[in-house]
Structures are given as C-alpha cells and as structure tokens.
T-cell receptor, first 117, second 114 residues
Framework: EAGVAQSPRYKIIEKRQSVAFWCNPISGHATLYWYQQILGQGPKLLIQFQNNGVVDDSQLPKDRFSAERLKGVDSTLKIQPAKLEDSAVYLC???????????????FGEGSRLTVL | AQSVAQPEDQVNVAEGNPLTVKCTYSVSGNPYLFWYVQYPNRGLQFLLKYITGDNLVKGSYGFEAEFNKSQTSFHLKKPSALVSDSALYFCAVREDTGRRALTFGSGTRLQVQP
C-alpha cells in the first residue's frame, strides 16, 4: 500500500513570495489533515478535510493560507504572501474513517520543509 | 479544549535500561490517546493508542504505555532501550466525541547511549 505522498520535500523562498504544497493521501482515505510543525514544537493542525468538505480550519491563518481538496482526493496548501515565521515543516496526514468515527491512527507523509528568507 | 504536556525536552538512558517518556493531557470528556515517533527528516509514525479497556496498551517495537485517569497521564515505556530507539516522541490526544483532530505535545527527544 502506497503511503501519503507530499511534494516538494524542500522549498526555499523569499518573504512575500508564494508557495504551494501538494499532498496525495492513501487511496480511499476520507479524512485529510494539514499540520504545521515549527522546529522544536509539536505539529499544529491547520485544516481538516472530510472528503472535499472542510471540517475544521479554525487555526488556519486565512489572510495568507489557503487549502483545497476539490475532488476529495489530493489536496493543495498555499501560502501567499509568505512570512519569516512560516518557516516550518508542513505535514499531511490521512485516515480511513470519517472524522467522527476516527479512533484510529493518522498516516503521515514525510513533510514539506519550507524556509522563508 | 484539549491539550497535551510533555514536561521533558530530552530523556537520556543507557542501552538495556528501562525508559519512560512522560505525557499528561487535558480534555473535556474521555480521551483517545496516542504516541507517535519521528525519525530525522521523516514523518510521524504511529506507535500505539489507548481508546478504552485495559489501561496498559502495547504497541510497536516493544513499546507500551499506561493510561492513568486519576493523574491524567499516558506515559510511554519500554523495559529495555535500544540505541535505535533514539528519536523524537510525540504524545497526542483527542476527545472521544465530535470530529476533532489530534492535538500533539511539544515532543520529547529520547537519546539512548550505547
């Protein structure tokens, strides 16, 4: 079974530029998450999708961050314009069960490391 | 609201000795509790979970964790540490109702010395 795929693995940009990250979850997984992991901290949820609908985006900085999962499969996270404090690893995760029935583990991709100069 | 605290930034242990990585949590209702491990430049890997039932849960690579409701703790343990266990460990929690995602702790770096 293929795991969660993320790209690019590494990205370096200047502040005020834009960047996009892509995630393809495990086939058949209904729920997809984007987490931000700043160096030395634990992952922090940015947005949770169930199929193509947003379940929770309360911690997404909507003035600069956006995410979509149009067909309920792969997802894109965009940052525009980037700030220095956006330097982090962006982790995508998925799980098979709908969010409300989710007692199982999340499957994580290897992450996309963003450096903003 | 749900939250997790991992009071130790780093735990050092000699190979062959038992190890404990501490975690306390806070939720409004009943908790679902998880431990994940992260190796350098890799994503998080699931180790074990507590949902209900026996307070001692066993997981991958010989790890186990004990759920203590009165102390709101879920400490990770292993009877005999290996050098290859050296990694970053995260505790996570979510409430047993609703559709909330996991909330993670800040992580504890485990260093096992040969």
């Amino acid at each position: 079974e293929a795991g969660v795929a993320q790209s690019p693995r590494y990205k370096i940009i200047e502040k005020r530029q834009s960047v996009a990250f892509w995630c393809n979850p495990i086939s058949g997984h209904a729920t997809l998450y984007w987490y931000q992991q700043i160096l030395g901290q634990g992952p922090k949820l940015l947005i949770q999708f169930q199929n193509n609908g947003v379940v929770d985006d309360s911690q997404l900085p909507k003035d600069r961050f956006s995410a979509e999962r149009l067909k309920g499969v792969d997802s894109t996270l965009k940052i525009q314009p980037a700030k220095l404090e956006d330097s982090a690893v962006y982790l995508c995760a998925s799980t098979a069960l709908p969010g409300g029935m989710n007692t199982g583990e999340l499957f994580f991709g290897e992450g996309s490391r963003l450096t903003v100069l | 609201a749900q939250s997790v605290a991992q009071p130790e930034d780093q735990v050092n242990v000699a190979e062959g000795n038992p190890l404990t990585v501490k975690c306390t949590y806070s939720v409004s209702g009943n908790p679902y509790l998880f431990w994940y491990v992260q190796y350098p430049n890799r994503g998080l890997q699931f180790l074990l979970k507590y949902i209900t039932g026996d307070n001692l849960v066993k997981g991958s690579y010989g790890f186990e964790a004990e759920f203590n409701k009165s102390q709101t703790s879920f400490h990770l343990k292993k009877p005999s540490a290996l050098v290859s266990d050296s990694a970053l460990y995260f505790c996570a929690v979510r409430e047993d109702t609703g559709r909330r995602a996991l909330t993670f702790g800040s992580g504890t770096r485990l260093q096992v010395q040969p």
